[in-house]
């Protein structure tokens, strides 16, 4: 019982000092660890994926995926600093990978570490889709939702060991692998709560609107992912994004808001489509 109270004293300290805010909805979120301590490990882990997995290069998919990362990483930047936050990205270590694999998934683990699989481009279909996964996948690394889940995960183990609040470092790599779906399933994300997935989506209509893609795609790219999810077994990037009509009907209902948003950074055109 005392341990027990122990462990809730230093669980409430761990929370108080280790809230992040949330530069999009302006909430504190829980960040028990620093970027400064996430991102190398983030970094390592991306560094292995690519290292046990066929990464594309030199092809015109590939640079799509390139081009369109380096114009949502501008926009990220143009916005946060629009926004008064100035220095939140100067951890960020951009990048952005086709990997040969036909699971249907993308990802951004934190600091701005992009994978895309070839196997989601014959469902995105164009350029523009594209830009709404990436746009959607760099706003939940942004908002830190994998580092919540992360946090949520470190003070369950915290619990487990009751008050033991020292970290070592390969449980710190374990509860990562854990959090951003890395290891027994590799690249797999699991799936965030759907207030993450409502805030993802309103933030990476943002970004693609801000460069310059039009965000009426967004819902599009839904509505064939539905399609698509028919059979057995769900594409893993539906498995882990639910989608449904009242999230299609509220990207609907938030492009406009979205087109408004890059007026102020005068986008007031969008590129083509660009199906591949
Ligand atoms: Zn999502």
Do not use: D, M
């Given at each position: 019982m005392k341990l027990k109270k122990t462990f809730l004293g230093f669980a409430a300290i761990a929370l108080i000092i280790s809230c992040a805010t949330n530069?999009?909805?302006g909430k504190s979120t829980l960040a028990l660890v620093p970027n400064s301590q996430l991102f190398p490990t983030s970094f390592a882990q991306y560094n292995q994926f690519l290292n046990e997995n066929k990464v594309i290069k030199g092809t015109k998919q590939a640079e799509m995926i390139t081009r369109v990362g380096e114009r949502i990483k501008a926009a990220t930047e143009r916005w946060m600093n629009a926004n008064g936050q100035q220095g939140y990205l100067n951890d960020y270590k951009w990048e952005y990978n086709l990997v040969d694999d036909k699971t249907v998934n993308a990802w951004c683990m934190p600091g701005g570490k992009i994978v895309f699989y070839t196997g989601i481009l014959p469902i995105a279909e164009n350029e523009t889709a594209i830009a709404a996964i990436m746009g959607h996948e760099v706003a939940h690394a942004l908002a830190n939702h994998g580092q919540q889940r992360m946090s949520a995960g470190m003070l369950q183990q915290i619990g487990a060991v009751a008050g033991?609040?020292?970290?070592k470092d390969e449980q710190s790599r374990n509860m990562f692998n854990q959090a951003y779906g890395i290891g027994s399933q590799v690249g797999v994300m699991l799936p965030f709560s759907r207030s993450h997935e409502s805030e993802a989506d309103k933030i990476g209509l943002y970004l693609m609107a801000v460069a310059g893609y039009n965000p009426d795609e967004a819902a599009e790219l839904w509505v064939r992912m539905k399609a698509n999810s028919g059979g057995q077994a769900p594409p893993e990037f539906l498995s882990t994004h639910p989608s449904n009509d009242s999230r299609i009907a509220e990207l609907k209902k938030l492009a406009p808001m979205a087109k408004e948003e890059a007026k102020k950074f005068g986008v007031t055109t969008y590129r083509p489509l660009g199906k591949f």
């Open positions: 530069p999009f909805t033991n609040v020292a970290i």
